[in-house]
């Protein structure tokens, strides 16, 4: 059984970082051929946020871009979202997401507030 656990968020002030972490338990990141971070914030709907590849391609939504960096740690085997200049509207709790064939696996979530 994989799961993938998330680590990192908390609360920070507008104009601050944080870095969130996915670990994948029982299995290695390298298993997925792409690892995907998502948001949901309360009443809306989940959101892609960045993708890496196993080959290193990154993908950003256009909220994001700029502010947000994904990056893979094999050594640690962990993918990170570094999240810098937060801003209120990144308020959301944040997923991370392991697709393939034949499974979807899905972490549990971690919360990021965004305030002043």
């Known amino acids: 059984q994989v799961h993938l656990v998330e680590s990192g968020g908390g609360l920070v002030q507008p104009g601050g970082s944080l870095r969130l972490s996915c670990a994948a338990s029982?299995?290695?990141?390298?298993?997925?051929?792409?690892i995907n971070w998502y948001r949901q914030a309360p009443g809306k709907q989940r959101e892609l946020v960045a993708s890496?590849?196993?080959?290193?391609?990154?993908n950003y939504a256009d909220s994001v871009k700029g502010r947000f960096s994904i990056s893979e740690d094999n050594g640690k085997n962990l993918v990170v979202l570094q999240m810098n200049s937060l801003k209120p509207e990144d308020t959301a709790v944040y997923y991370c997401?392991?697709?393939?064939?034949?499974?979807?696996?899905w972490g549990q979530g971690t919360q990021v507030t965004v305030s002043s």
């Open positions: 029982g299995s290695i990141l390298s298993m997925f051929s792409i």
């Open positions: 997401h392991g697709p393939g064939p034949g499974f979807d696996y």
């Open positions: 890496i590849t196993s080959g290193g391609r990154t």
